[in-house]
């Protein structure tokens, strides 16, 4: 398996987002830990968490907000509440 890319993160968030968006969703919650999961490469020696966290971070909009987070920012436990509709 290669090793996960800022590239292959945004695209996974990406997919999420349009598909809780078609689904009608208000907001969808997404995990760092579950996302990383969904790329691959997690948990394992060469994770890229650091990398996934501030890929979920750009890509909050304003009414967009965190509700679980390790003391370093940066973690598994991320959760980031995405809101819909999405600010272009």
Excluded at 14 to 31: I, P, Q, T
Excluded at 49 to 69: H, L, T
Aim: overall charge positive; hydrophobic content about 35%; aromatic content about 6%.
């Amino acid at each position: 398996m290669t090793t996960p890319k800022a590239a292959d993160f945004r695209q996974s968030l990406s997919k999420l987002l349009s598909s809780a968006n078609e689904m009608g969703f208000v907001a969808v919650d997404v995990n760092a830990g579950n996302l990383h999961r969904r790329v691959g490469g997690y948990p394992g020696s060469d994770h890229r968490m650091p990398q996934c966290c501030e890929v979920m971070r750009q890509a909050m909009n304003s009414g967009d907000e965190v509700v679980d987070e390790p003391p370093s920012g940066q973690g598994a436990r991320l959760t980031i509440r995405y809101r819909f509709p999405r600010v272009q």
